[in-house]
Protein backbone atom coordinates (compact mmCIF):
# COMPACT_ATOMS: atom_id res chain seq x y z
CA UNK A 1 0.00 0.00 0.00
CA UNK A 2 0.91 3.90 -0.62
CA UNK A 3 3.75 2.46 -2.71
CA UNK A 4 6.01 0.87 -0.42
CA UNK A 5 8.21 -1.03 -2.91
CA UNK A 6 10.10 -4.15 -2.56
CA UNK A 7 11.75 -6.32 -5.02
CA UNK A 8 9.99 -9.70 -5.35
CA UNK A 9 12.46 -12.51 -4.84
CA UNK A 10 15.92 -13.12 -3.55
CA UNK A 11 17.70 -16.24 -2.84
CA UNK A 12 21.53 -16.73 -1.20
CA UNK A 13 23.11 -19.56 -0.22
CA UNK A 14 23.24 -20.74 3.57
CA UNK A 15 25.54 -19.11 5.87
CA UNK A 16 26.11 -15.71 3.60
CA UNK A 17 24.11 -12.40 4.18
CA UNK A 18 20.99 -11.53 2.88
CA UNK A 19 20.21 -7.74 2.04
CA UNK A 20 16.49 -6.93 1.52
CA UNK A 21 15.66 -3.43 0.40
CA UNK A 22 12.47 -1.73 0.54
CA UNK A 23 11.59 1.76 -0.76
CA UNK A 24 9.03 3.80 1.26
CA UNK A 25 6.75 7.18 1.17
CA UNK A 26 6.03 8.60 3.78
CA UNK A 27 8.01 10.92 5.51
CA UNK A 28 6.22 11.07 8.89
CA UNK A 29 6.50 7.45 9.63
CA UNK A 30 7.87 7.52 13.42
CA UNK A 31 8.67 3.52 12.88
CA UNK A 32 9.34 1.44 10.36
CA UNK A 33 9.41 -1.99 10.66
CA UNK A 34 9.90 -5.65 9.26
CA UNK A 35 8.17 -8.56 9.57
CA UNK A 36 8.34 -12.46 8.38
CA UNK A 37 6.08 -14.14 7.20
CA UNK A 38 6.05 -17.85 7.26
CA UNK A 39 4.55 -20.38 4.93
CA UNK A 40 0.65 -21.26 6.93
CA UNK A 41 1.88 -18.70 9.57
CA UNK A 42 1.12 -15.26 10.41
CA UNK A 43 3.23 -11.87 10.23
CA UNK A 44 5.53 -12.15 12.81
CA UNK A 45 7.36 -8.44 13.59
CA UNK A 46 11.27 -9.27 13.10
CA UNK A 47 12.62 -5.91 14.06
CA UNK A 48 11.67 -1.82 14.03
CA UNK A 49 14.06 1.20 13.72
CA UNK A 50 12.86 4.72 15.11
CA UNK A 51 13.20 7.36 12.43
CA UNK A 52 16.14 9.49 14.12
CA UNK A 53 18.38 6.19 13.84
CA UNK A 54 20.52 5.04 10.83
CA UNK A 55 21.32 1.63 11.91
CA UNK A 56 19.96 -0.70 14.60
CA UNK A 57 21.80 -3.97 14.94
CA UNK A 58 19.81 -6.58 16.96
CA UNK A 59 21.58 -10.19 16.80
CA UNK A 60 21.95 -10.98 13.24
CA UNK A 61 19.82 -8.15 11.53
CA UNK A 62 20.91 -4.89 11.20
CA UNK A 63 18.52 -2.54 9.86
CA UNK A 64 19.83 0.52 7.83
CA UNK A 65 17.56 4.12 7.63
CA UNK A 66 18.45 6.75 4.59
CA UNK A 67 15.57 9.03 5.16
CA UNK A 68 17.07 11.39 2.40
CA UNK A 69 16.63 8.73 -0.39
CA UNK A 70 13.03 6.95 2.07
CA UNK A 71 15.74 3.57 1.68
CA UNK A 72 15.16 1.06 4.24
CA UNK A 73 16.76 -2.04 4.38
CA UNK A 74 17.38 -5.39 6.41
CA UNK A 75 20.59 -7.21 6.26
CA UNK A 76 20.41 -10.62 7.63
CA UNK A 77 24.09 -12.24 8.49
CA UNK A 78 24.94 -16.06 8.27
CA UNK A 79 21.44 -16.70 6.47
CA UNK A 80 19.76 -20.03 7.69
CA UNK A 81 17.15 -22.14 5.72
CA UNK A 82 14.97 -21.02 8.52
CA UNK A 83 15.22 -17.86 7.38
CA UNK A 84 13.69 -19.00 3.72
CA UNK A 85 10.19 -16.74 3.78
CA UNK A 86 8.21 -13.63 3.14
CA UNK A 87 9.75 -10.48 4.41
CA UNK A 88 7.74 -6.93 4.57
CA UNK A 89 8.81 -3.65 5.27
CA UNK A 90 6.23 -1.48 6.60
CA UNK A 91 6.30 2.66 6.81
CA UNK A 92 3.32 4.84 8.59
CA UNK A 93 3.75 3.26 12.02
CA UNK A 94 3.32 -0.43 10.63
CA UNK A 95 -0.31 0.72 8.88
CA UNK A 96 1.12 0.35 5.29
CA UNK A 97 3.19 -2.63 3.96
CA UNK A 98 5.51 -3.49 1.06
CA UNK A 99 4.53 -6.86 -1.51
CA UNK A 100 7.00 -8.64 0.04
CA UNK A 101 10.33 -10.08 -0.83
CA UNK A 102 10.49 -14.11 -0.79
CA UNK A 103 13.76 -14.85 0.55
CA UNK A 104 14.49 -18.29 -0.39
CA UNK A 105 17.92 -20.02 1.40
CA UNK A 106 19.99 -22.89 -0.74
CA UNK A 107 21.42 -25.09 1.36
CA UNK B 1 -2.50 -14.89 27.14
CA UNK B 2 -2.99 -16.70 23.89
CA UNK B 3 -2.46 -13.97 21.47
CA UNK B 4 -4.94 -12.21 18.81
CA UNK B 5 -7.73 -15.02 18.02
CA UNK B 6 -9.86 -14.69 14.50
CA UNK B 7 -13.17 -16.66 13.70
CA UNK B 8 -13.62 -18.07 11.96
CA UNK B 9 -10.01 -19.38 10.87
CA UNK B 10 -12.10 -20.60 6.79
CA UNK B 11 -15.34 -19.08 5.36
CA UNK B 12 -16.77 -20.12 2.23
CA UNK B 13 -19.64 -17.89 1.03
CA UNK B 14 -21.66 -17.17 -2.17
CA UNK B 15 -21.91 -14.09 -4.22
CA UNK B 16 -24.31 -11.60 -2.31
CA UNK B 17 -24.00 -13.13 0.81
CA UNK B 18 -23.35 -10.89 4.07
CA UNK B 19 -20.28 -12.16 6.58
CA UNK B 20 -18.98 -11.12 9.57
CA UNK B 21 -15.60 -11.97 11.31
CA UNK B 22 -14.71 -11.39 14.89
CA UNK B 23 -11.00 -10.73 15.93
CA UNK B 24 -10.00 -10.62 19.74
CA UNK B 25 -7.62 -8.93 20.56
CA UNK B 26 -4.59 -9.15 23.11
CA UNK B 27 -6.36 -8.11 26.13
CA UNK B 28 -4.47 -5.61 27.79
CA UNK B 29 -4.16 -3.61 23.80
CA UNK B 30 -6.33 -1.16 23.01
CA UNK B 31 -5.12 -0.31 19.13
CA UNK B 32 -7.31 -2.90 16.61
CA UNK B 33 -6.31 -3.15 13.25
CA UNK B 34 -7.63 -4.91 10.03
CA UNK B 35 -5.97 -5.86 6.85
CA UNK B 36 -6.83 -7.72 4.03
CA UNK B 37 -4.22 -9.79 2.38
CA UNK B 38 -4.20 -11.63 -1.26
CA UNK B 39 -1.81 -13.94 -2.75
CA UNK B 40 1.55 -12.34 -3.57
CA UNK B 41 0.88 -8.98 -1.96
CA UNK B 42 1.57 -7.36 1.06
CA UNK B 43 -1.16 -6.75 3.89
CA UNK B 44 -3.46 -3.90 3.08
CA UNK B 45 -4.86 -1.81 5.79
CA UNK B 46 -8.57 -1.11 6.38
CA UNK B 47 -9.06 0.37 9.25
CA UNK B 48 -7.83 0.57 12.83
CA UNK B 49 -9.35 1.50 16.32
CA UNK B 50 -8.24 3.08 19.70
CA UNK B 51 -10.57 1.57 22.21
CA UNK B 52 -14.26 1.84 19.99
CA UNK B 53 -13.16 4.78 18.27
CA UNK B 54 -12.43 3.65 15.08
CA UNK B 55 -9.57 6.53 14.10
CA UNK B 56 -8.61 5.57 10.39
CA UNK B 57 -10.82 3.93 7.43
CA UNK B 58 -9.00 3.37 4.12
CA UNK B 59 -10.10 4.93 1.57
CA UNK B 60 -10.51 1.94 -0.66
CA UNK B 61 -12.59 0.45 1.31
CA UNK B 62 -15.67 -0.10 -0.22
CA UNK B 63 -19.66 0.98 1.56
CA UNK B 64 -19.64 -2.74 1.66
CA UNK B 65 -16.97 -2.71 4.44
CA UNK B 66 -18.10 -2.03 7.82
CA UNK B 67 -16.45 -2.50 11.34
CA UNK B 68 -17.08 -2.29 15.09
CA UNK B 69 -15.42 -2.37 18.31
CA UNK B 70 -18.59 -1.56 20.62
CA UNK B 71 -16.98 -1.70 24.06
CA UNK B 72 -13.13 -1.28 23.17
CA UNK B 73 -12.44 -5.17 23.28
CA UNK B 74 -13.40 -7.54 20.44
CA UNK B 75 -14.27 -6.44 16.97
CA UNK B 76 -15.91 -7.44 14.05
CA UNK B 77 -15.56 -7.09 10.23
CA UNK B 78 -18.62 -7.18 7.98
CA UNK B 79 -18.73 -7.71 4.24
CA UNK B 80 -22.04 -7.35 2.35
CA UNK B 81 -23.22 -8.66 -0.89
CA UNK B 82 -19.75 -10.33 -1.10
CA UNK B 83 -17.52 -10.27 -4.42
CA UNK B 84 -15.54 -12.89 -5.99
CA UNK B 85 -13.43 -9.83 -5.34
CA UNK B 86 -13.26 -10.06 -1.87
CA UNK B 87 -11.81 -13.24 -1.67
CA UNK B 88 -9.16 -12.86 0.62
CA UNK B 89 -7.05 -13.36 4.03
CA UNK B 90 -8.60 -10.86 6.42
CA UNK B 91 -6.00 -10.33 8.80
CA UNK B 92 -6.27 -9.01 12.65
CA UNK B 93 -3.79 -7.01 14.97
CA UNK B 94 -3.32 -5.26 18.28
CA UNK B 95 -1.13 -3.16 19.55
CA UNK B 96 -0.33 -1.25 23.25
CA UNK B 97 0.28 2.26 23.22
CA UNK B 98 3.81 2.87 24.05
CA UNK B 99 5.45 0.11 22.78
CA UNK B 100 6.29 1.41 19.45
CA UNK B 101 3.37 0.45 17.56
CA UNK B 102 4.70 -2.87 17.50
CA UNK B 103 1.45 -5.35 16.14
CA UNK B 104 0.78 -8.45 17.06
CA UNK B 105 -1.03 -10.36 14.49
CA UNK B 106 -3.63 -13.24 14.34
CA UNK B 107 -4.05 -16.29 12.17
CA UNK B 108 -6.35 -14.74 9.35
CA UNK B 109 -9.47 -15.20 8.31
CA UNK B 110 -9.50 -16.81 4.73
CA UNK B 111 -12.75 -15.68 2.81
CA UNK B 112 -13.56 -17.85 -0.34
CA UNK B 113 -16.45 -16.13 -2.22
CA UNK B 114 -18.07 -18.71 -4.73
Known amino acids: GEDVEQSLFLSVREGDSSVINCTYT??????LYWYKQEPGAGLQLLTY?????DMKQDQRLTVLLNKKDKHLSLRIADTQTGDSAIYFC???????FGTGTRLTVIP | DTGVSQNPRHKITKRGQNVTFRCDPI?????LYWYRQTLGQGPEFLTY????????KSRLLSDRFSAERPKGSFSTLEIQRTEQGDSAMYLC????????????FGPGTRLTVT
Open chain 2, 93 to 104: ASSQPGQNYEQY
Open chain 1, 26 to 31: DSSSTY
Open chain 1, 49 to 53: IFSNM
Open chain 1, 90 to 96: AEKNGLF
Open chain 2, 27 to 31: SEHNR
Open chain 2, 49 to 56: FQNEAQLE
